[in-house]
Each structure stands twice: as C-alpha cells, then as structure tokens.
C-alpha cells in the first residue's frame, strides 16, 4: 500500500492534477479560492447557522421550516442567517426556482445576512460559482494522502456491484486505484485519460455525532462507507463535498436540517476531519408527515410556501404554525408573535418524533392572527386582495377607506384566510330577498307583520332618514334609526330586529345588521358586485309575501 508521504512528495501527480482539472466558468477564480482557503473558517464571535436549498422545484413547508428553525436560532442569539444555494445539479437547478425560494424566504421575513442577494465575505454563495475552491481543496486533500485518482469506468464498476451483491457483500468501492503508483496515475492523467476524485475512507474508524435532536449516532465507517467520490470526471464535484467545504469556510456552527441528511454527516464529518476543519453541531428534524401519516407530498394538497401564499395565509400564520411542526415552548400556549417566537426558541425543546402537518389546525391558527391583527393593517391587506381581484375599485376617497375599514371589521371575526373576504363580502352585498321570504324559515317572520316594518323601511328611506355609512359615528346613527322604526311599529327587540335583518340584508343570519348595511351603503359605486340600497329598497316594496303574511 502507498503511504502518505510518497503521494505528499509526488510533484508529477499534483501538476497534472491542478493541469488536468476541467475548467469551468465559474465567479471565483483561483487566486480568490486559495485566498478564500488561506484565511479559512470565518468566525464573527456568534452563531453562524444557514439554509441551503436545491433550486430544483418550489419551496416546500418542510424546507421553510427548516429555514425558520436556522432563522430563529440565529435571530435569538445575535447570531448570522446565511443562505447558501446548493446547485450543482445542474440538469435540474435553475435560476427561476431560485428566485422563487429566495422570494418565498422574503415573503415570510426570513432575511438573510448573508446569501446570494445580501453578499457577504464567505461569497460567492452559489456552489455553481465556487468552483475552484473546492478543485483546490481536492487538490488538497490528494496531496496530503486523504484522497486519490479513480480510473475506474462506469462498466467496470457496475461489474464489482454485481459481483458484491453477489456474494452478498455491501456494494461498496473496493479500493482498486487507492494504492496506485503515483507515477502511473500521473502518466495516465497526462494522457488525457477521465477520473473521478475518491475520498480514502480511513480503515476501523468509528465516526460520532451528539445530534441535539436525536442525542448520540455513530457510524462503523470501515464496515459501512466505502471511499467515495470527491468530483466526478466532469470535474464537478458532488453534493457531500461541497457541503462540508462551504460548511467549513463560511464559518457555519450549527447545522440545522432535516433528518434525511443524516446519513451525509459521516461523510461530511471525514471530508472535515481530513481538511482539518472542526465538526459543527448537529440538529436532524424530523420528518413532516401527512394527516395519513406519511411524507408530505402534493397528494395532500398545497405544499409549497408560495401557494399558501396565494391562498392567502398570513406571514405570520405560517411562521407560527411552522415553528409548532416539532416544537413547543413547554406550555399549553398556541399563538405565538414572531418576536415571542425569537425570544422562546431553542433547539434543545425540538421533539424528535414527526410532525403532522394540519391544515385544519393551520388555517385556525392563520385565523387567530387575522383577528389580532390591527384594523388598519387588516384593511390595507384586504384592499389589496379585493382590488387586485377587481372586486372592489379604490378612488382614494373618505368613503373608499371607511370601507375597507368596515370589511376588516368583517374579516377579523368570519375569516380564516384573506382569499375568504371575497365570499364574505359578495354574500354581505348580494340581496336574496325573494327566495328568503318564501322559504321556510322565514315563515315565522314574514307572518309575523314583516309588511307592515317593511312598509316602515322604504318610508323612512325615501324620506332620507336612513343614515348614509360616512357618519362619523354611525353606530350611533344607526342605533337612532332602529329606534325611529321601532316607535313607528310599536316594536322592540328580536320582533324589530329579525324583520329589519331581512328588509336589509335579504337573509335571516349573518354578520351584524348594522355593519352590513354600513358595508352596503359604502359598497355603492366601489364594488362590482352589490345590490345597492337603492335597489334593495325597489325589490323591498315589490316583493311579493306569502298569502299568509
């Protein structure tokens, strides 16, 4: 067997590697890499956490929640939030997806200290653009012994799986070129022939981790992992490689991801330990699952941030709701302000079990945010939904803003979601008079002198008595002008109210009567779908009632 010192001294080898490495277009160039591995791992005093996506696809709640955890960590202690995009899949990753992710992590207030768009030291923050650093450093690793040349073809590797599975052995690599003659190895590079980069896993070691989530996991390396490929003959370098690399040198602390990249951290941890890196700590999170119990997926319906964005889900809900996906605070408490959330967290309370993910539960939990949310900044929200789906035309007016005012109002105690304001409002303004007063639960109104209230109604509205919905105080305005009906029917109480609900709103239930017609009368001219109280009043006086009324 070759030994350490002989690779070491071997200059054919190392300038044929650093001459044969395929070249590639990438921002960092070589000199910026050697500089960036000179200086090694940043260290700024705190917590250095990150979230590394693939730009493969959309941003799912099981990375958003991954991205949260870092984000909140990082937030809580004072610490950086760095975002890294790993995209060396270069058949599947695309710009697209990742501006998509990067605008998913902005829409729900992750924002990053470091990353592709807010730069930093440890850039490029693209794995397509660093390129050289990691030619280098398997330059490194080759040169100290920890790694070595694989002239090994496809065919004769699938030859020595089949010939392990065989014998019933684990398909590992056998180790064929981990002893080769330097010389030979830098014969046949000059040559011009194709290799991959293998990491030499060391023999009978045991690797070890105390995962904060998961406690202590271990690994028999010699018996599980064989030595694994660094780059591939593209010169592009694989996934576990530029992990622990970027890991490395952006100075990362703690690694919070998911629990499918455990069985990366043995490889990741050797890369490091060979590099002479020191090892972060470790959280693996558990899997979200369906209601049904198994992996979330898009069977179970939206899935991806930007979705529920667009159903409507508030910043807030769901970064409330995530953060309860495997976590709680110790109490029975539910509702949560981002700021408590930075204040409460930390890695120790993660459960280790899987988190269900509730849709029922979320939108309750979106719901409770909606109500808490300030009227002001409700109605703003609204108004943007409402305009933006032309329901609602906003002129700038008095009137314009009272009535968005008055929908949030609404919202904040029949809403879940924002894109539910387009029902409700279109229910508030629409008039089904007709059908109600014929059917049978409204028998007992209508018989009960609906006619003659009815009558009252359109008199006092003719006359101008009904309030306009701009009064300053229109609450009290309102409560005036159902006393003024009361005194001209001699009636009070649910024998006044229930009837006025119907004359005005065509329905015997729904929200206050008085803020519906507040709604109603703002609603004239501004949205698209509203019979007007003019028109109310018309259908009001034509109605035909039961012959028992």
Not at 209 to 232: E, H, K, M, N, P
Not at 353 to 365: C, G, H, I, Q, Y
Not at 466 to 491: L, N, Q, S
Request: aromatic share 8%.
């Amino acid at each position: 067997m070759l030994r350490r010192a002989a690779v070491v001294s071997s200059a054919p080898l190392r300038s044929a590697l650093t001459a044969a490495l395929p070249a590639r277009r990438l921002a960092l160039s070589p000199r910026q890499a050697a500089a960036l591995v000179a200086a090694g791992p940043v260290s700024d005093g705190g917590p250095r956490v990150r979230f590394a996506p693939s730009p493969t696809g959309t941003l799912h709640v099981g990375g958003a929640r991954t991205a949260l955890f870092n984000w909140l960590l990082a937030r809580q202690q004072d610490g950086k939030f760095i975002v890294r995009v790993e995209d060396t899949d270069t058949a599947r990753s695309t710009r697209a997806s990742e501006d998509s992710m990067l605008a998913d992590l902005k829409w729900l207030g992750l924002d990053a200290d470091e990353g592709p768009h807010a730069g930093g030291e440890c850039g490029p923050y693209r794995q397509s653009e660093r390129g050289e650093l990691y030619t280098k450093l398997a330059t490194q690793l080759i040169a100290s012994g920890a790694a070595y040349p694989c002239f090994c073809t496809e065919e004769e590797l699938e030859a020595k799986r089949q010939l392990a599975e065989a014998k019933g052995e684990d398909p590992k690599y056998d180790g064929t070129w981990r002893g080769a003659d330097p010389v030979l190895v830098a014969s046949k590079i000059a040559a011009g022939e194709t290799y991959t980069v293998r990491f030499k896993v060391p023999p009978a070691t045991f690797f070890e981790i105390d995962d904060v989530v998961r406690g202590r996991v271990g690994w028999d390396v010699g018996a599980t992992v064989g030595d694994f490929i660094l780059l591939r003959s593209t010169g592009v370098p694989v996934y576990n490689f530029c992990v622990a690399v970027d890991d490395a040198l952006m100075g990362v602390t703690t690694v919070v991801r998911a629990e499918e990249h455990l069985t990366n951290t043995v490889r990741q941890g050797l890369i490091l330990q060979a590099l002479g890196y020191a090892l972060p700590r470790y959280a693996h999170l558990s899997l979200v699952l369906g209601e049904d119990r198994s992996k979330l997926s898009k069977r179970h319906g939206a899935t991806s941030v930007d979705q529920f964005r667009r159903e409507g889900f508030l910043p807030v809900g769901m970064i409330n709701y995530l953060t309860t996906l495997g976590w709680n605070d110790g109490t029975d408490k539910e509702i949560f302000t981002v700021e408590e959330l930075v204040d409460l967290f930390s890695l120790e309370r993660i459960t280790k079990s899987p988190a269900v993910f509730d849709m029922t539960k979320l939108r309750w939990v979106n719901a409770q945010h909606i109500r808490i949310m300030p009227r002001p900044e409700l109605a703003a929200l609204l108004r943007g939904y409402l305009v933006q789906e032309s329901l609602v035309v906003d002129d700038g007016s008095a009137a314009a803003r009272a009535f968005f005012l008055q929908v949030a109002e609404l919202a904040a105690e029949r809403v879940e979601v924002v894109n539910d304001i387009a029902q409700v409002v279109e229910q508030v303004l629409s008039y089904e008079l007709a059908s109600t007063v014929v059917s049978a639960d409204a028998s007992a109104v209508v018989s009960d002198g609906f006619g003659e209230v009815a009558a009252a109604v359109t008199a006092s509205y003719e006359a101008g008595q009904m309030p306009t919905g701009v009064e300053e105080d229109f609450a009290g305005a309102w409560k005036a002008w159902t006393k003024v009906i009361g005194d001209a029917t001699g009636r009070k109480g649910k024998k006044l109210f229930m009837p006025i609900r119907l004359a005005l709103t065509g329905s015997l239930a729904g929200p206050d009567v008085g803020a519906t017609v507040q709604l109603v009368l703002l609603a004239d001219g501004r949205a698209s779908k509203v019979v007007t109280m003019a028109e109310r009043m018309a259908q009001l006086k034509a109605v035909k009632l039961p012959a028992s009324a």
